[in-house]
């Protein structure tokens, strides 16, 4: 016979064996769809998916824009135009691969800026993100403005997060292969990968904006999160992915370091590669868990890393790699 004081713990055991009768992913997605922020969160681990929840915003096969994950995936197409020969190497230069960008009257610098300096955001020259952008993208020329700016620090100093230079990366890809940096995106990462790329802006010139404003599917991001993890898949040489995830600056704002398109850190010593966008879009990797995970956000409002972003890390580091770790 049930006392008094057994009635009254019922509803509480019951609660307590609910809770532990979900899985570490019920968790999880029931912890993402309490931020107000958040659209949608995917995880996959050993290419199985374990998390698939779209809380709001577009449907996990539709497009939608992951604003600054666009440089992780500039940098891995610049990864396939090395691969293929179309570039000789990190260390080429923007005078040797398409002088034709360069302005008249430009710093003697700039013809000697690598690929490496765009894709490591170490150009030195001044930044167009933040309070610059809203007049950068207002200029005739974007590549000609961002090329033109003073410098601010040596190149390869230190990193000057700027999406002007990876605007200029892109318009060399242009360049150097024939096709448009959508046409590259569609036939490098979409076709191979079932990832759709909707158009997005393009300068005055016809050069797609490179680093921001790409739209993909969550689902589509997830096969590219997948196939960097396993070493790049049919996409980009396992070489590359290895390059990408080395540490060559650091992030003063994030405190991250940052390989080649990549925020890299190690919570609880564990390796993660992360491509981080404004709002809240992440696309990241753990390749000691064999997992990979994408979160999209309203694009519209801020992310900032003692914010929602601050938020993000907290839900992947306390609750994402624990449920990866207990599978």
């Known amino acids: 016979m049930l006392t008094r004081r057994a009635c009254l713990a019922l509803p509480a055991l019951i609660a307590a064996s609910r809770l532990a009768a ?10 993402a769809a309490q931020m107000d922020q958040l659209h949608s969160v995917m995880v996959a681990q050993e290419g199985r998916i374990v998390l698939a929840r779209r809380v709001r915003g577009p ?22 135009a090395i691969d293929r020969g179309e570039i000789p190497g990190l260390d080429a230069t923007i005078g040797a691969l ?3 960008l360069v302005p008249p009257r430009a710093d003697p610098r700039v013809p000697r800026l690598t690929v490496e300096n765009l894709i490591t955001m170490q150009a030195g020259l001044e930044r167009t993100s933040g309070a610059n952008y809203g007049a950068w993208v207002s200029s005739p020329d974007w590549v000609a403005d961002a090329l033109s700016r003073p410098f601010v620090a040596e190149p390869g100093a230190c990193m000057l997060y ?9 318009a060399i890809l242009a360049e150097v292969t024939g096709e448009s940096l959508l046409e590259l995106a569609r036939n490098r990462l979409g076709r191979p990968l079932d990832m759709p790329f909707a158009p997005w802006v393009a300068d005055p010139q016809g050069y797609y904006l490179g680093g921001n404003d790409m739209a993909t599917s969550p689902e589509g991001l997830l096969r590219f999160a997948e196939a960097i993890r396993q070493g790049g898949g049919d996409v980009v040489s396992r070489r590359w992915v290895e390059d990408s995830f080395r540490p060559r600056t650091r992030s003063p704002y994030s405190g991250l370091d940052y390989g080649l ?3 890299l850190g190690r919570p609880g010593g564990t390796r993660l590669a992360l491509a981080r966008g404004y709002g809240g879009q992440i696309a990241a990797t ?5 997992l990979s995970l994408v979160i999209t ?6 992310a900032r890393s003692q914010g929602y972003f601050g938020d993000l890390m907290a839900l992947i580091e306390q609750a994402i ?4 770790r207990a599978a």
């Not at 700027?162 to 892109?170: C, D, F, W």
């Not at 790699?321 to 990866?324: E, F, S, T």
């Open 321 to 324: 790699l624990p449920a990866a």
């Open 286 to 290: 753990a390749p000691d868990l064999g």
């Open 162 to 170: 700027s999406t002007g230079s990876y605007h200029v990366l892109g």
């Open 261 to 263: 398109g990549w925020f």
């Open 22 to 31: 979900q899985s570490p992913w019920d968790a999880v997605s029931a912890r």
């Open 59 to 80: 449907a996990l096969d539709r497009p939608a824009n992951v604003k600054s994950v666009s440089k992780t995936l500039v940098a891995t197409l610049a990864g396939t």
């Open 98 to 100: 398409a002088p034709g």
């Open 297 to 302: 956000s309203d694009p519209t409002r801020p």
